[in-house]
């Protein structure tokens, strides 16, 4: 299957790119809009300077912990690398310790690429479309890999919660127009940085140096989602503090980390994995959890 994705997305280029002889790789446009913006690794790694392939992680990794609306499932409960990524404010400081675990990306790991904003267009995106998305992407109706195109396209349909600004980018260009739209062109990007991945978990500490990012209402993050093709979910909320957070490992690795907390919880659902593991209630105290080494932050500088 993946060989098709790579024949269907090429010819798919072809066309448009054959009727829009104009068209900017993703690279020079990020460079037009932000030429003083170093472009963070967790966007260079889904760039394909040979091309654009695809490819599918596995179904049972693809668990949304961040979609706050949802209660925990056993499963999500028992998975301890799961449950470490969460924690109090108060824990934010140097010398605290945390089990942690940094395992392999999906974009280390032949994941999906981006494609350029004209091609990813064309492409449908809609609930409304499915029968017409798995037809062009040669996946069998009631297969893994569909449920994991339908699933992802019902996630960025879904109604954000109060105060929530989101939108689904299916190019690095539209992930560009987002972010400045809410924040301006001079912005920073950053992402989570692993000196090098550990399939175990292990303690950490936090080091010297944790700083805040942006204001409360300047912050915009990128999730990745899974997809034949680069997709995030993007989404800027009114009540949220983003930290930077070095971290370093029982076996020496070090960590630039990127923390994210939420100040007001209080429309979360009740079981939500966050919230039974912490043992709080919804809208009592922050509640934190480290980015992946996929998500972006954008903030004014």
Avoid at 113 to 119: A, W
Wanted: aromatic share 10%.
């Amino acid at each position: 299957m993946e060989f098709h994705l790579f024949h269907i997305i090429t010819f798919l280029m072809f066309v448009v790119v054959g009727t829009n002889a104009t068209i900017l790789p993703p690279q020079l446009y990020w460079k037009s809009i932000l030429p003083n913006t170093p472009m963070p690794k967790a966007i260079t790694n889904f760039l394909h300077s040979a091309g654009y392939w695809s490819g599918w992680v596995d179904p049972s990794k693809c668990i949304n912990l961040l979609n706050y609306k949802h209660a925990a499932s056993e499963t999500q409960l028992h998975d301890k690398s799961n449950v470490a990524i969460f924690f109090l404010e108060n824990d934010l400081h140097y010398g605290k310790k945390l089990n942690m675990q940094f395992t392999k990306t999906t974009s280390n790991n032949n994941g999906s690429k981006f494609l350029p904003k004209e091609v990813a267009d064309s492409i449908p995106f809609s609930s409304n479309k499915m029968e017409n998305i798995l037809h062009k992407f040669s996946i069998k109706k009631g297969s893994k890999e569909s449920e994991i195109v339908k699933n992802t396209i019902n996630e960025c349909e879904e109604k954000g919660i109060k105060g929530e600004e989101k939108l689904c980018v299916t190019s690095l260009e539209s992930m560009v127009d987002f972010a400045t739209s809410k924040l301006g062109n001079n912005v920073e990007a950053i992402s989570t940085e692993v000196e090098k991945e550990s399939s175990e978990l292990q303690k950490y500490v936090i080091a010297k140096g944790v700083k805040k990012l942006g204001d409360n209402n300047k912050v915009v993050v990128c999730h990745k989602e899974n997809y034949p093709y680069a997709v995030f979910y993007c989404h800027k909320m009114d009540t949220t503090k983003f930290y930077s957070v070095p971290l370093e490992g029982v076996d020496g690795n070090r960590v630039k980390a990127v923390a994210v907390c939420h100040t007001d919880t209080s429309k979360w659902n009740p079981k939500h994995i966050a919230l039974q593991v912490l043992k709080v209630e919804p809208g009592t105290v922050p509640v934190c959890h480290f980015l992946s080494q996929d998500d972006v932050v954008w903030f004014s500088k």
